[in-house]
């Protein structure tokens, strides 16, 4: 068991250090996705400007109570987005990269970091977006949005976690990558992205409460819009984090060489 971790962190240690490849290799997926359109990677922007306008526009007068409703949605889809991806490209990461698996001697976590840098320059086009909604609908700049960007941070850190443990769920079974894309598409309206939970209890209560995604979007949207500093949804989260890192390194050394027979 030991030696299975030792090489486990070996691996990601290997695929780490090299980070130029797999940087370059999440560029160019960026841009081969949009190579024959017009705007390119702008697509990105324009896609999260147009669900963020839909949903202000479709739901504000059901959420009114909200200080800055269009804030509110912005940094809540810029957020879930993210989570999102991250999840379901996950899930079906080593049946994409199959053949590069079974034919190359690369890290298995170069792959990793491959999809998780890819994750993380999608996002930028979303942030850009994101802050225009905010600066655009008022909301002023302030020392408390550090706090965000630690919030950010704590998210990103953990990607690689997540998308570890999708991995290793999607190469198992198979039939997973198409009950989790159906279960994140359902887990956006159970989650407190567009609407807000007024302390009234019930159902809506539970989603906010019991989902764990409730506290990672908060970490980020709750120093914007009220200044305060969400010491426990922080916490939490910092929690889920570690308890991820720890899953998926025990995976990652134990079943790391096992992943090419089950392609």
């Known amino acids: 068991m030991l030696q299975k971790f030792d090489d486990g962190l070996s691996d990601m240690r290997a695929g780490i250090g090299m980070w ?5 290799l999440a560029g160019e997926d960026i841009s081969d996705q ?28 059901g959420d009114s109570g909200a200080t ?48 998780a840098t890819q994750v993380t320059i999608r996002a930028i086009y979303a942030f850009a977006g994101c802050l225009a909604i905010l600066l655009v609908s ?19 850190v953990t990607t690689p976690a997540v ?17 989790v894309s159906n279960l994140m598409r359902l887990g956006m309206f159970l989650t407190p992205v ?11 209560g539970a989603f906010y409460f019991w989902n764990p995604f409730t506290y990672f979007l908060e970490i980020v949207r709750a120093p914007i819009l009220t200044g305060e ?3 426990c949804a922080l916490a939490l989260c910092l929690g889920i984090g570690l308890a991820a890192w720890v899953l998926a390194l025990i995976l990652f050394a134990w079943f790391r060489r096992d992943v090419v027979f089950v392609l």
């Open 20 to 24: 130029r490849v797999w940087v370059a």
């Open 34 to 61: 949009h190579r024959r359109t017009t705007l390119g990677p702008l697509w990105l922007l324009i896609n999260y400007l147009a669900f963020a306008g839909t949903f202000v526009f479709v739901f504000r007068h």
């Open 68 to 115: 800055n409703y269009a804030a509110y949605v912005a940094i809540g889809l810029f957020v879930w987005f993210y989570l999102m991806e991250t999840v379901n490209q996950g899930v079906s990461l080593f049946l994409r990269e199959e053949s590069f698996i079974k034919g190359t001697t690369l890290p298995l976590s170069v792959y990793i970091m491959r999809l």
């Open 138 to 156: 008022g909301v002023d700049l302030s020392p408390a949005w550090g706090w965000s960007a630690l919030g950010i941070i704590v998210i990103v």
């Open 163 to 179: 998308i570890i443990l999708c991995a290793f769920l999607g190469a198992y079974l198979p039939d997973s990558q198409f009950i």
């Open 194 to 204: 567009f609407w807000m939970y007024e302390g009234a209890g019930g159902v809506r």
């Open 229 to 231: 500093v969400p010491i």
